[in-house]
């Protein structure tokens, strides 16, 4: 079974990936959490052809990706995990652990530090929020958070099944919880204790700076509570409260050459 998930990598992130878009599409499309008419033609044209760029630079510059890179790694023995004889399952999950508290720490960096922001507020600039908003990150951001994950995998020795499973939960709950996906209150309430719910990160794209500026998490919500950076709800409230930036909010700023020149204005 090892073997062929390393194997197969590739299409078992693609299929994971394709499966829950068009899932999250349909929910989107049946139970809304915000109304009124949403630009999709021409968003979800932009916003899916960034992913489009992003994997075929990725593929391009880094051809051994994340689990490629744990498996040279395993190979020469680097990384604190070759230096243990844990069960390949504990160190599997503590790698998952470990992997998906450096996105929330690269994350609120990102946020923090000047030129890694012109790179991440191409994510933030998207004027509504729904499933494709999920995918729209800029190709310089792409290359590195992917340079620093391989620097985490190396030093970590993750074990390569342990990759593949984050990188596939992680594609998968960034959709999730960029969806414009209405849940039960009780079902977001007892989610939210596990999971970033799709409330619980729309607050992270509101408007205001002190709201896009808590709720990291992609993942698991348990950082945020953890170094005191979660917001429960909008001030506005989720279905009134303004998306985007305000610097980037004309016609023009939303177009695919605008997107991939804007860290630079």
Not at 88 to 111: G, S
Not at 124 to 140: N, W
Request: glycine fraction near 6%.
């Amino acid at each position: 079974m090892h073997d062929w998930i390393l194997a197969h990598e590739p299409w078992l992130r693609f299929g994971a990936f394709a499966s829950v878009l068009l899932l999250l599409v349909l929910a989107e499309h049946f139970w809304p959490r915000r109304g009124g008419p949403m630009q999709r033609r021409a968003r979800w044209g932009t916003n899916l052809s960034i992913v489009v760029l992003d994997v075929l630079i990725v593929r391009l510059l880094i051809p051994l990706g994340a689990a490629g890179t744990a498996i040279w790694a395993e190979v020469r023995g680097y990384g604190v995990f070759h230096d243990t004889d844990w069960p390949l399952v504990v160190e599997a999950v503590l790698a998952f652990l470990a992997l998906d508290l450096l996105i929330y720490w690269q994350h609120r960096l990102f946020h923090r530090i000047p030129l890694f922001w012109r790179l991440h507020r191409m994510h933030h600039s998207d004027l509504e929020f729904d499933v494709t908003t999920g995918v729209r990150f800029h190709p310089a951001e792409i290359l590195a958070s992917l340079l620093i994950k391989l620097g985490a995998v190396i030093a970590l020795g993750a074990p390569a099944v342990a990759v593949i499973a984050f990188e596939i939960a992680l594609n998968a709950t960034s959709l999730f919880n960029h969806s414009n996906l209405r849940l039960p209150a009780a079902a977001d309430r007892a989610l939210r204790k596990l999971i970033v719910t799709p409330d619980m990160h729309r607050v992270h794209h509101s408007v205001h700076r002190h709201e896009h500026d808590s709720n990291y998490g992609f993942n698991l919500s348990w950082w945020d509570h953890l170094f005191r950076s979660y917001t429960a709800q909008p001030r506005d409230g989720h279905t009134t409260m303004q998306i985007g930036l305000e610097r980037f909010r004309g016609p023009g700023e939303q177009r695919l050459l605008a997107l991939l020149v804007q860290p630079v204005k």
